[in-house]
């Protein structure tokens, strides 16, 4: 299972690892991995949150280091090509040596400075007097762009670039570095289906030159479209080495070590009943003139599953923090029950039965250092509260219930968030709207960077939801998931809703095809990189 | 977007335990466990073991009477650290408070109760003042807390003309003892402590004050009316200025416009000495009153030692530095 056979596409093989295992406190986190990359292939590491990719990359980059086994690399320390042999990963300065570089989902950029700045952090090219030599350094930027096929200027402040252009700026520091070794962390987590379009052009580009390239994702379909190699890990250990072309259905049963019945396992309602939600009008003006959203109108019914599509940037993030009270717009209304909501008042709004699982879990969701038992209960700290006192055996109660409820993998109430994997902290945030008198749950990307089987108990917990009269309106980029739970699917494009599609109709095309339309009066010309950075908050 | 682009390993770092290898003698060991108490104790062992006198009964008070005013202050600066704040007025706040105490008692001839009412409300009205000026103001914390600094002082100079006024005799009294040896600022310390103890674990605003220091924008997204929490947070570290500000007046029986002069530095190292986060989030009262007293250990024993100001003040310096260094490794360690 060192995958040295020559069956295998790709050239020569460039790094090894053998029976690597690696313990934290309380944890064993790899339990005797092994596996190969070649140049000239992508090899896809596969398993689920908690399955030791993390920390094998970790591992690769020089922030760990194995407790047992080896790590064989082609090429020492100094540069030299000389077959594999055991190379020590100590630290990232190590990995660079040896030409390995990383694209962490949390990208290395400093916000502050220009694109150029950034590519040569730390290794600007100097002019004789030991200044910067702005100049080379802009030269250099700009051809490595063109190599990404990033459109921007050098000089731009990386702040000012959305999360796929950010990537590709990452991306033009691995080339920089001349990487033989590139190592994704789930690239496409964030990335419209154009972008991740685009991504896999450059993929396909570096693979052709020769470089190896370890790629994360949690989406299956992108292993056959790009991979080579597929390593399974599971539980720490790694399961097998497939050929990318393994049905989808193998590779869920490899990862999580059972058969998944259905991926979207939605219960649709023999008719749905009374209206929850009314949207009417909605408007919000933007910086420029140009609006965020503009007459932004529908209705979500008790039962249902109301699906919201669109690109990134479209405005649908926006549109259901303005809902929630978060932020205010400018026209419109927004309705439950029939009685309008006051706005930019999310006490209202949690009043009137409305919860909001963000899109950013780490970011919004969670209070990521307290514990579980605090997290839970936050939306519910002052119906908790009595006589000036919060009743903390009360709290403790409803925690462990929902916990209980959502099958929490956990060690107990009092375990940070931060502990918990991305699926679990999921989990949490949810519960904590299953703790207040929620009736319709608007939820914001609710399975991004989630591994498989942690989606559909999510998306069980939907069907549980609406099967008790709830409401749910969900954002989602992953299509597939829109089109497999929603009821109804609402489009929206620049701001606007494009259109809605009963489930019946609502397909890929049918979708994208909403999504694309431009907005009527083109004059309204977005400038699309704006509205992305918008969205990244 | 900020928020989006941090620098990943070294953010992916701080969350992982480190290598264990071999982490020196049972000492280091037991005072990383306990984090500030093993401190604490390992300080007093020390002193005791420097100098006959530290663990004379009537010693150990005394440094209770000077962790005292200390530790009131840094109570109320809990708060504030815990909501991910910080407050350097409470020095100021707590002089302009003892001044209106004193002026209104000694100079006005009111009553004492509403004199003492009238300062605990200046104490408040100057925090929740602050807090406007962080919470709808948007201004950063430490300009607005560095503008009452100034202001909070001025006024004080300004009421009192510039010099001391008598305090009154009957409030006095809480510099005394009770029963003959219990000193009163003491015994105000542990109650203020207990106040502090139970608004951080079981008040709404107390839980309020972790989730928006751990993450402001989850604590508004669950419903916590934020800017509302910390006009409550800031005036409450107010009150808890005024209260100590009177029991120093009350130690030196006269409101002194230029007293507690420099405290709130030792508010904060009190605090973070006690294993709050200056980022927000933790924190614990009884930690809080561990750092007052690490301090005042620290200075009491090296009087005791007889060592000379000058070298108290790089001490005390190190002191600090060392214990927040330890206070780190314990928690990486705990992870």
Redesign the interface.
Known sequence: MTGVNDDVPGGRELLRVEGVTKS??GVRALDGVDMSLRAGEVHVLLGENGAGK?TLI?ML?G???PDDGRILADGGQDGSHDGLHEVHIRS?QDAERLGIATI????????GLTVAENIFLGRQPLTALGLVDKKAMRARAAELLERVRLDVSPNTP??ELG?AR?QMVEIAKALSLEARILIMDEPTAVLTSEEVDTLFGLVRELRESGVGIIFITHHLEEIGALGDRVTVLRDGRSVDEVPASTDEDELIRLMVGRDIAEQYPRQRPEEPGAPLLRVRGLTRNGPKGLPVFQDVGFEVRAGEVVGLAGLVGAGRTEVARAI?G?DAYDAGAVEIDGTELARGD??AA?RAGLG?V?E?RK????????SLQ?NLT??R??RD?RG???D?GAQRREAARVAGQLKVRMSGLGQSA??LSGGNQQKIVIG?WLLTDTRLLILDEPTRGIDVGAKVEIYQLINELTAAGKAVLMISSDLPEVLGMSDRVLVMSQGRLAGELPAAEATQDAVMELALQAAPDDTTNHDESAME?SD?? | ?????????A???V???P?RDGFGPWFSRAVLRNGPLGGLIALVVVMAVLSRDFLNGQNLLNVGVQASVTAILAFGVTFVIVSAGIDLSVGSVAALSATVVAWAASNEGLPVVVAVLLGLAVGAAAGLLSGALVAYGKLPAFIATLAMLSVGRGLALVISGGSPIAFPASISKLGDTLGGWLPVPVLVMIVMGLIAA?IL????T???M??IG??E?????????VKRRKLVIYALSGLFAAVAGIVLAARLTSAQPQAATGYELDAIAAVVIGGASLSG??GKASGTLIGALILAVLRNGLNLLSVSAFWQQVATGLVIALAVLLDTLRRRSA?
């Open positions: 934290f406190p993390s970790k980059s922030a760990h280091r990232a962490y989902q949390e990208f290395n950029l400093v916000p990386v702040a999360i950010l929630f978060v999310v006490r949690m909001l963000p950013d970011g919004q969701g969670l209070v990521l250092d307290a605090d936050l939306a700290l002052d509260t000036g006192l919060v903390r931060r502990t904590k950075g990244v908050r | 977007m900020s928020a989006e682009v941090k620098t990943g390993a953010a992916e770092a969350g992982e335990a290598d139970l674990a079981r008040t709404y107390g839980r309020a972790f989730a751990g993450n924008e989850a604590a508004r997204l669950s419903g916590i009316h989030g933790s992870r």
